[in-house]
Structures are given as C-alpha cells and as structure tokens.
C-alpha cells in the first residue's frame, strides 16, 4: 500500500498542480484572452516539465526553436510581429545555459566542434567590435544580437543531437515542418489565399508561394537547401518507404523551385544534381550508388527541362517561365533595366563600400546604410548576397572566418560522405555536402541571410555530421 501511495503521490500534485493553471489561466483570460492562453500554455508546459532534467529539457528547447525559426513571424503574439517564438524560446535556452553555468556544471565541446565554435565565436565578437565604427549602432548591435542568436542555434544542434536516435528526431521534426510549409505553398497556388506575413499577401495575379517565409525567394532558397536530403534518399537508404518519399519530396521541392521564379535557386538545383554524379562517380565503392543517382538526376531533369519552355508536367504561368529565362536577364544587364542590372549594381557598389573601407567593413548590419548613402542610390539597399554582406559589414577579418567555418564543414562532409562505413552517417555527409555547394548560388536569393533560419539549421546539421563521425564505435556505426 506505501508503494502505491507513494507512486499515487506526484501524479496527484501534478494534476492539482494542472487544475490550478487550468483556474488561474481562465480567470485571466476572461479580461485578456491572448494573454491568458499565452500563460496557459507556458504555465502547462512548466507542469509538465518540471521534473524534466535540465539537459533534457535543453534538447527539446533546441528541437523547439528550430522548428519555431523556420515558421518565423507566422508563431508571433498578435499584434507583436517582433515577438515570435523562435525568439521567446531562444532567450529561454539562453536563461537555461547560463543557469547551467551558475551552478558550475561544464559545457563541454564534442570532439569535432572545437574549430567551428571558434571560428563562430571570433566572428560573433569581432561583429561586436566593428559597431565601434558603424554609423549606424543601433543596426550593428541588431546585426550582431541575430549573429550571435543564430550561431547560437547552429552549433546548439551537434551538442543536441548527439546519438543516431536524437538526430532521428531532429529530421523528423525538419521533416514535419517541410511537409507543413509545402502543404501551405500548394493551398497558395490553389487559393490565391496567403499568409498574412507574405509579401505576395495583397498582389493581385501573384503567381508564387511564399509560404512560411514571407518572399518567394527565400521559399525557393529554403527549398534548395532541403532538396539534397531528400533526393539522396533513393540513392543512399534501402528502406523502399524513405526512398519513395524522397523520390515524392524531391518532385515537389523541384516543383515549387520552378514555380517560384527564382533563376538562382534552380541553378543551386543543377549544381546539386551535378555534384551528386562527380562525388559518387569519384568513389569506387559507391558504383551501385551512382547507378541510382543517374535515374535520380534523369527524372529530375524531364521534370525541369521542358518546364522551362512552358511545356512540362509543371503547369508553369507564362510570368514563371519568363521569369526563369536566362536569356532575359542578360538582355537587363545589358540594357541596365530590371532585377539582372539592380543585382549587377549592387555588386559592384558592394565591393567599392568595402574596398573604401580599407577592408575592414562598414560595420554590422550596416551595409544598407552604406548602400543608402552612395550616389545614384536606385532604392534596393539589401545586397541580395550573403558573402558580399558579411565582407561589407564585417570586412575581410568577417569574410575569413565565415569562409573557414564554411570551408570546414564542406570539406568534413565530403570527408564523411567518401570514408564512412556508416550508411546514415554516409547520407548526412552527401546531402549536407550537396547542400553547402547548392548555396554557393542558392545564396543569392534571400535579400539578406542573416536571419535566415533554413542556412542556420542546414550548417548546424553539417556539423553534427562531423560531431557524431568522430563518435564512430568499433563497429563502424554511430551509438
């Protein structure tokens, strides 16, 4: 009879415990209704949780505020567009971590982490230093919180992710997500009905999904960086059903790519398509592989070929097609008219900012100020590319150490996508290794990257890669 009473004893505080967030939550919400479903829920959550150890408690924060970045300003308090999830719960892992330290527990780096965290933190803390000289502070600091915020979620997936099962759950969550931002881009194109955060929102005629992004190029941006760890799944996994859904995934990623419009999203998928042959055709073990990637990669391309020229399985609008027309882009560079002359001005106002600035930036979050105040300003201030933004707001010191932490994990995936006796570790090097190539180009579509959740998370699945390679056991699989 103790036993049962003493097993009997936490259920029943847990339920009072319930009951009375159930009472509180509804006496509050009869004069503040947002309000109190926002206490209801976070006070449920601490019911629930409270027992939860704090590492495990930091594990589900980090799932939590990877999902919650990817549907961004969609998750905000009405009213409060600034104050979205993503946010609430990244200042929550930021209380956590340091009352982990408070109470002298370590943080120890996993084996494989050490150079990126120092290559991010260096980063991070030079971004500070230059808001010494940045005209603008108040965007430098901006700049800099979002750096430090979103490095923050890249290297917080290795240390969260740290076994096979974990990184499971990880993907699936991705996955999920992916499934739900799709499904949200096909109801677009059927409805004409948008998101309330979409740009497209009130255009008559607009054709493109946007989807959780707000913008069709960060959509297609967002897409691109997905597309590796689905169509590797024919290629690499013998599970029929993981095959079947990444030959599905990959069509309607590709899909939408092509409807969106975005010229440098389909060329980040042709550099993908082409980088999965040369890997997989260089390495001598993965002939039976390569064999599949070229089925992969035909299909792909009777999928985009003809729709391009209006006439595929994509029922592409005539303003897409026209849109995806490399030709007319050309034809705007040379006349000095349209988005191809915009994008050609800005990268040559870019590197004169920075060359102007002896090459030590103009400071963090500082190039739209920059790029406002240069003569014959044509009134598109974003530089619409992410390694020229990090060179003229943090200079060549910015540049380097994002090159080498960008390096690093290009060269590591590849590494673990030829050497790996692991097939799942051997999928996450091939797709994150495809995915870091694709974004070479794919970068050039989102106005400004900084905040760009999708690059963020595709990095931080990079380095788990790297992280849980050097966690091999002696049978040659990940624990």
Known sequence: MRSSGASGGPGIRAATLALAVAVCAGVLAVFAPVTGLVLAVVLLGAAVLWRTTLPRLGRV???????????????????????????FVAGLIVLGLGTWLVMGRGL???????????????????????????????????????????????????????SRRRLTWFLGALGVTFAAAVLVAIAEIATGIRLPTSALADRVGAFA???????????????????????????????VRLRLLGFAGSAVSIALILFSGSKASLVA??????????????DPAMRRAFIAAVVVVAAALILIIPSL?????????DEAVAKLDFGTLQAQVESGSGSGAVRTSLLGTGLDIATGTGGVGVGAGNAETAVRATQGYEGVANLHNWALEVLVDTGVIGLVLYGALYLLMLV?????????????????GLAGSLALLGFLIGSLGPSTAIHFAPMWITFG??????????????NGRVP
Do not use: K
């Not at 924060?61 to 308090?77: F, Q, T, W």
């Not at 998928?269 to 260089?282: D, E, K, Q, S, Y």
């Not at 020229?309 to 609008?317: D, E």
């Not at 699945?461 to 002696?474: D, M, N, Y």
């Open 61 to 87: 924060a980090v799932l939590v505020a990877m999902v919650a970045a990817i549907i961004g300003p969609n998750l905000a308090v009405p009213g409060a567009q600034e104050a979205f999830a993503f946010r």
């Open 108 to 162: 120890p780096v996993p084996d494989g982490l050490g150079w990126p965290a120092a290559f991010a933190a260096g980063w991070v803390g030079w971004a500070l230093v230059s808001t010494l000289w940045a005209e603008s502070t108040a965007d430098a600091l901006r700049w800099t919180v979002f750096l430090f915020m979103m490095a923050g979620l890249m290297l917080a997936i290795p240390v969260a992710a740290s």
């Open 209 to 239: 999904a946007t989807s959780f992004f707000g913008n069709q190029n960060n959509f297609a941006t967002y897409l691109a960086l997905s597309l590796p760890y689905l169509l590797v799944l024919p290629v690499i996994v013998r599970d």
């Open 269 to 282: 998928t042709g550099i993908i398509l082409i980088g999965m042959l040369v890997v997989l055709a260089t």
């Open 309 to 317: 020229f209006g006439a595929g399985i994509v029922p592409l609008p």
């Open 412 to 428: 590591g995936n590849l590494r673990v996508a030829r050497r790996t006796h692991d097939p799942w570790l051997r999928y996450m």
């Open 461 to 474: 699945l990079c380095l788990t890669t790297i992280v849980l390679a050097r966690r091999v056991g002696s």
